[in-house]
């Protein structure tokens, strides 16, 4: 027979040996807490910041994609596809080409054609663009604007069909979005669930920071600045998943005459937008689309701006309107959510 003082001194090795297990599980299992890794360097001409929780350096990987996406669309490379066909030459779109096109267009009928990537032999002559600027008279914005307008190219089966050879397409109002998009696919694929993605501006973010909060993420004060120094912050949104672009005319601009010229061109009228919202910052789904509309805003102007937005679902907008230094701010209905 077992008696009690037996079993409760079975029952207590019994629980010690348990207990050491699970010492020696925690200590010694693989279930460390992986570091958070950050990359940094240039791409498209800005600079891009990435941050990850994971146990290897997925820099290379990084790069390796983005080159790839930079020989897709990047008008600054003169063998991109976008290049390619801006020249005329025969080439064969791949996917991040086909998804930058099928949004652009999406946008450009969504906003009355204020967004279109066929603005860009505009961009050019305003001196924003991939060429040098030239000296601008109504006749040359006339002629210049005959091939501006999504009526003038179709994409279908892997290629791209233009009314005329003169058509060409800037896809720098959307590039910087998509590529957040593809980095942070890019991590996803790789197991990563705590990341932030930071290229020029635009975010990309999703999880936990290091210290286990939510990520922070400024909506900048639009100050005049080419240089892109300031960056005094009117808002502060913490996320653990959003998608956010900012445009804005306070860093790509010059003075012609006294009159203020800058790199968001109204492709219906041919001139560079002159009006006061200074900067639209837009949270999406994705960040490509994010950047469309946010440059869409700000061709669009405060009211039509709104307008739009709120007709939209999952997409909202923060419009910042000024005159020197005096801003009055325009929400969309939904914004107010990501407010702190
Ligand atoms: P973002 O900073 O995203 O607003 O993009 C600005 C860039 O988009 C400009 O530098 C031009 O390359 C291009 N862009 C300018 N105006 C337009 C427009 N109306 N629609 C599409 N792209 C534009
Ligand atoms: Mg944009």
């Known amino acids: 027979m077992v008696s009690a003082r037996q079993i409760i001194k079975r029952s207590a090795f019994a629980l ?31 600079y891009y910041k990435i941050t990850y929780q994971s146990n290897t350096d997925l820099h290379e990987a990084i790069l390796a994609r983005l080159q790839a996406f930079d020989a897709s669309l990047s008008m600054f490379n003169d063998s991109s596809i976008i290049s390619r066909i801006n020249r005329n030459e025969e080439v064969t779109t791949d996917a991040d080409f086909e998804a930058m096109f099928t949004l652009a267009e999406e ?13 860009a032999s505009l961009v050019n002559a305003w001196g924003f663009g991939f060429k ?24 279908s089966e892997h290629h ?32 990563c669930e705590n990341f932030l993605v930071d290229i020029g501006g635009e975010v990309v973010c999703q999880g936990y920071n290091n210290k286990g909060d939510k990520w ?47 790199h968001t061109i109204d492709p219906r009228t ?38 739009l937005i709120n007709t939209l679902d999952s997409v909202e907008c923060y419009l910042i309107c000024g005159v020197d230094t005096t801003y009055t701010v325009w929400q969309s209905n939904g914004f107010g959510q990501y407010l702190q």
């Open 16 to 46: 010690f040996f348990i207990a050491i297990g699970f010492v020696f599980y925690f200590y010694d299992s693989d279930e460390k807490v992986a570091p958070y890794q950050s990359n940094t360097g240039n791409i498209f001409g800005t």
């Open 107 to 119: 946008v450009s009928g969504l906003s009355g054609g204020a967004f279109d990537i066929t603005v």
């Open 132 to 155: 040098n600027k030239e000296n601008v008279t109504p006749a040359m914005i006339d002629s210049l604007l005959q091939a501006v307008g999504f009526a003038n190219v179709m994409l």
């Open 160 to 191: 791209v069909y233009k009314s005329n050879p003169n058509v060409m397409l800037d896809a720098g109002a959307i590039a910087k979005g998509q590529g957040c998009d593809v980095v942070a696919n890019l991590l996803r694929d790789n197991g």
């Open 216 to 262: 922070k993420v400024g909506i900048v004060i639009p100050t005049d600045d080419p240089t892109g120094q300031t960056n005094e912050l009117q808002e502060v949104i913490a996320s653990s998943n959003l998608c956010m672009a900012t445009s804005g005319n306070y860093r790509q601009f010059y003075y012609d005459n006294g009159v203020r010229r800058s």
């Open 270 to 307: 041919g001139y560079p937008v002159n009006h006061n919202l200074l900067s639209a910052t837009v949270i999406a789904p994705s960040c490509m689309e994010a950047d469309a509309f946010a440059t869409a805003c700000m061709v669009l102007g405060a009211t039509d701006a709104l307008a």
